[in-house]
């Protein structure tokens, strides 16, 4: 087993973000989608606490301390960028004015189901945010995460033991082992990732999966 690191696969899931789409990137991990744009299309990047054009990591002296996204992270401004109040992002957000949400998750389901806000724990406190408004708001979902916890326990399952953000919003998962796609017929694992075989990923995936097509 051969995970690649948490950037590559945010490369990875950038290269299926078509030209021209307006995509929102939650909290933690799908930020790092931001420093990935193919020279060849123009997508435009949404923050929700009220960004709209945003751009990769400013270069290390060019940071400008009030400009950040909703991780709290310094970001840059792309040229034709835009600032606005919660209400107006809230309002792309669940308006369906967002093409692509790039989240986070604790757990997929089989089905498509996302839990991302609350482990029901009471030393990690929920923190819902705007996922709900995102998962059922934009046109597609697609999640970002580590195939598993650092335990190896399992964050695919069949059915999530976790409260839900949303059910049946995932259309895609992307992981550091591999790129699965939800579909009616179940999870349909689109790509393993170099040294990984379709064996060892099943066995760290609660939830049964159909092997890549073979053309």
Not at 64 to 83: C, D, H, M, R
Not at 113 to 133: C, F, I, K, R
Not at 164 to 187: E, S
Request: with cysteine.
């Amino acid at each position: 087993m051969k995970p690649i690191h948490t950037n590559d696969i945010a490369r990875r899931l950038a290269q299926d973000i078509p030209d021209g789409a307006y995509v929102n990137l939650g909290i933690g991990l799908p930020t790092q989608v931001a420093n990935h744009v193919s020279p060849d299309r123009e997508v435009v990047y949404h923050s929700e606490n009220g960004i709209l054009g945003v751009g990769p990591s400013p270069a290390s002296g060019q940071e400008n301390p009030e400009l950040i996204n909703a991780s709290k992270q310094l970001v840059t401004l792309l040229q034709g960028g835009a600032f606005f109040d919660n209400a107006q992002s809230f309002g792309m957000m669940r308006g369906g004015h967002i093409d692509i949400a790039v989240l986070g998750a604790y757990q997929v389901s089989a089905s498509g189901d996302l839990a991302n806000w609350s482990t029901n724990q009471e030393h990690y406190p929920p923190a819902v945010g705007g996922a709900m408004d995102l998962a059922v708001g934009a046109k597609q979902v697609f999640v970002l995460m580590r195939h598993t916890m650092a335990d190896q326990t399992h964050k695919i399952l069949e059915t999530c033991t976790y409260p839900l953000t949303g059910a049946g919003v995932v259309t895609r998962i992307y992981t550091d082992l591999a790129v699965i796609h939800v579909t009616p017929q179940g999870l349909q694992v689109h790509e393993l990732h170099p040294g990984n075989s379709f064996e060892e990923v099943q066995a760290l995936t609660g939830a049964s999966l159909l092997p890549p097509v073979r053309l």
